[in-house]
């Protein structure tokens, strides 16, 4: 007697493979974008800088560098972000600026202060116009398990909340990284834009998900090997057709 197909299982394994290879196709294609993004971030901080106004009319301004006469800069209120920069503790400090040929306001991350330094720029009002060098770029939200800000300082980067602090009520969702000192006269003020954050893990999850649907493949094999195609008979004289003698 023949062993039934196992359709159940098939059906099953079939779609558990179509599943998993649909999923390691998807993060191929990821991946090809992440890679696409990354050599545009490249090529935009590559060209030379150019007026806010040009670069802000660009389908992809992100990580263009920009020059921008930000007014009274050097002695600006700011709020500080707690972070790490290239592995020493300390802050930066975030300013408001509103550039004299736009007329929308930005907040500016004016560089890092390494932790220990106490001393900070003067705080005045002023309206003297500052020429800075700055990076521009899109900065998301902070995620749920971000900290609170404490008296004026930040553990996340929360442009909402920056902005409020620092009297903004519409900020641009871009931000401006300074790549030249609002207080040159002041060497613990370090001007630079933070690394592109680009994770890009998609060939090792595409990996995973292919390694699982040939691990599905073989399982499926190794059991229909196991599966006999005919019913044993118990003994000789059954297959025979006859029976046991005392």
């Given at each position: 007697?023949r062993a039934?197909?196992?359709?159940g299982?098939?059906?099953v394994?079939a779609t558990?493979?179509?599943l998993?290879?649909?999923?390691?196709?998807?993060?191929v294609?990821?991946m090809?974008?992440?890679?696409g993004?990354?050599?545009?971030a490249?090529?935009a901080?590559?060209?030379?800088?150019?007026?806010?106004v040009?670069?802000?009319v660009?389908?992809e301004p992100?990580?263009?560098?920009?020059l921008i006469?930000?007014p009274g800069?050097?002695?600006?209120p700011y709020?500080e972000?707690?972070?790490?920069?290239e592995?020493?503790a300390?802050?930066?400090?975030?300013s408001a600026?509103?550039?004299?040929?736009?007329p929308a306001?930005f907040?500016?991350?004016?560089?890092?202060?390494?932790?220990?330094?106490?001393?900070?720029?003067p705080?005045a009002?002023?309206v003297?116009?500052?020429?800075?060098t700055?990076e521009?770029?899109?900065?998301p939200?902070p995620g749920?398990?971000?900290?609170p800000?404490?008296?004026?300082?930040?553990?996340a980067?929360d442009?909402q909340g920056?902005?409020r602090a620092?009297g903004v009520?519409?900020?641009?969702?871009?931000?401006?990284f300074?790549l030249t000192?609002?207080?040159p006269?002041?060497?613990?003020?370090q001007?630079?834009a933070?690394?592109?954050?680009f994770?890009?893990?998609?060939l090792?999850y595409?990996?995973?998900?292919f390694?699982l649907?040939?691990?599905?493949?073989?399982f499926?094999?190794?059991l229909?090997?196991?599966?006999?195609?005919?019913?044993?008979?118990?003994?000789t004289?059954?297959?025979?057709?006859?029976?046991?003698t005392?």
């Amino acid at each position: 007697m023949r062993a039934r197909f196992p359709w159940g299982l098939t059906i099953v394994c079939a779609t558990t493979l179509v599943l998993l290879c649909g999923l390691g196709v998807w993060q191929v294609q990821r991946m090809q974008w992440k890679n696409g993004l990354i050599a545009q971030a490249e090529a935009a901080a590559a060209l030379p800088p150019a007026p806010l106004v040009d670069v802000l009319v660009l389908h992809e301004p992100v990580f263009r560098k920009v020059l921008i006469d930000c007014p009274g800069l050097a002695t600006a209120p700011y709020v500080e972000l707690q972070t790490i920069h290239e592995g020493q503790a300390g802050v930066r400090l975030i300013s408001a600026c509103r550039p004299t040929d736009f007329p929308a306001e930005f907040l500016i991350d004016r560089g890092f202060v390494a932790e220990g330094i106490s001393s900070r720029p003067p705080v005045a009002a002023s309206v003297v116009p500052f020429h800075v060098t700055a990076e521009l770029r899109e900065v998301p939200p902070p995620g749920p398990m971000a900290l609170p800000a404490d008296e004026g300082r930040f553990f996340a980067r929360d442009t909402q909340g920056m902005a409020r602090a620092l009297g903004v009520a519409d900020p641009d969702p871009n931000t401006l990284f300074a790549l030249t000192s609002s207080n040159p006269e002041w060497q613990a003020l370090q001007p630079s834009a933070p690394p592109a954050a680009f994770s890009n893990n998609h060939l090792g999850y595409a990996l995973t998900w292919f390694g699982l649907a040939l691990a599905v493949v073989g399982f499926y094999i190794a059991l229909l090997r196991r599966k006999p195609s005919l019913k044993q008979p118990r003994s000789t004289s059954e297959a025979l057709g006859t029976k046991d003698t005392p």
